[in-house]
């Protein structure tokens, strides 16, 4: 398993080799229109003099009070922020792995890919499509998997604040303790469980007739068996990412992960297209007799 990841590393730099810059601007470009958008939206409060919240905790107070106008336009502007970023923000990142995936095939690509879901409604409304049910997937799993471990740390905290002194301060923190766990076993179920979406893009990118629920179901499907070897592929960049919160390394991180995972997300694509039956037993490192070798996606 690690000599597959260490030569996906190594491929990945590679398809990088002269594609730096076009992988710099086109993560450069996605940061600036999620800033861009925030920042309006910033200034428009600013502007019409709006609250940026509202207190969910006083709501009926809220309600009754004169500032209620501003309140309900404070929180219209942050859902308008929302919707405005998704809709912008989504082609471009599907774009932006178009281009990643195509690089890794053909070894370059323009560019003006990054546009290409702007090029066609079915195209562009398709990616929104997809991402959302993607992500309303992963909210209700997120929901499911961290909820008990944040209420019951949550709870316990709260219990503390009121009454610091108490008789029961040990078994609060106790409670903490075992939140805590709990929501860092949820988070790892959590992550595990995300990994079932993470191919759907590229099948989609690869197959534009694929309809969306296609595309997850495949998705699914692909990464049943190599989930715990996409965990650690994944894992192993994380110490990567706290180095990129230092700010400009991220500029070099996050292409060199987005590379990666598309020649794995391509390598796993070809060999579970390629061999149905098998399904890439231990992500397909076992020498099947009498079949083709799969393609090298060395550069």
């Known amino acids: 398993m690690h000599i597959l990841h260490r030569k996906i590393k190594a491929d ?3 398809a990088l080799s002269g594609n730096w810059g076009k992988a710099i601007a086109s993560t450069l470009l996605f940061g600036s ?10 200034f428009f409060a600013k502007l019409l003099d709006l609250s940026s919240t509202m207190d969910l905790l006083h709501i ?4 009754r009070s004169e500032n209620f106008l501003s309140e309900f336009l404070a929180v219209f502007l942050v859902l308008f922020e929302i919707i405005a970023i998704f809709v912008i923000a989504v082609p471009i990142f599907m774009g932006i792995l178009r281009w990643y995936s195509h690089t890794v095939l053909c070894g370059c690509e323009e560019i ?3 546009f290409y879901y702007f090029s066609k409604p079915k195209l562009f409304f398709k990616s929104l499509l997809l991402v959302l049910n993607i992500v309303c997937r992963k909210v209700f799993w997120g929901l499911i998997c961290l909820t008990p471990g944040g209420l019951v740390g949550g709870i316990s905290l709260y219990i503390i604040s009121l009454n610091s002194d108490g008789q029961d301060l040990f078994f609060a923190k106790l409670c903490i303790f075992v939140g805590t766990v709990l929501f860092l076993a949820g988070l790892i179920v959590f992550w595990l469980i995300g990994l079932r979406y993470s191919l759907a893009c590229y099948l989609i990118i690869k197959e534009e007739t694929l ?10 499907q692909y990464t049943l068996k190599p989930r715990s070897d996409l965990f650690r592929f994944s894992l192993s960049f994380l110490p990567f ?11 070099f991180v996050l292409p060199y992960y987005l590379m990666s995972f598309s020649i794995y997300a391509q390598y796993l694509i070809e060999q579970n297209q390629r061999y149905p039956d098998s399904l890439m037993e231990s992500t397909g490192t076992a020498k099947q007799e009498k ?7 060395s550069f």
Request: proline share 4%; charged share 20%.
């Open 60 to 63: 009926t107070t809220e309600l």
């Open 211 to 220: 309809s969306v629920t296609r595309c997850i179901r495949l998705s699914r």
């Open 241 to 251: 990412f706290i180095v990129s919160c230092f700010l400009f390394p991220i500029l």
């Open 33 to 42: 229109i999620c800033a861009f958008f925030f920042l309006l939206g910033k």
């Open 291 to 297: 079949r083709e070798k799969p393609t090298d996606f």
């Open 112 to 114: 003006t890919t990054i």
């Open 12 to 14: 990945a730099l590679r």
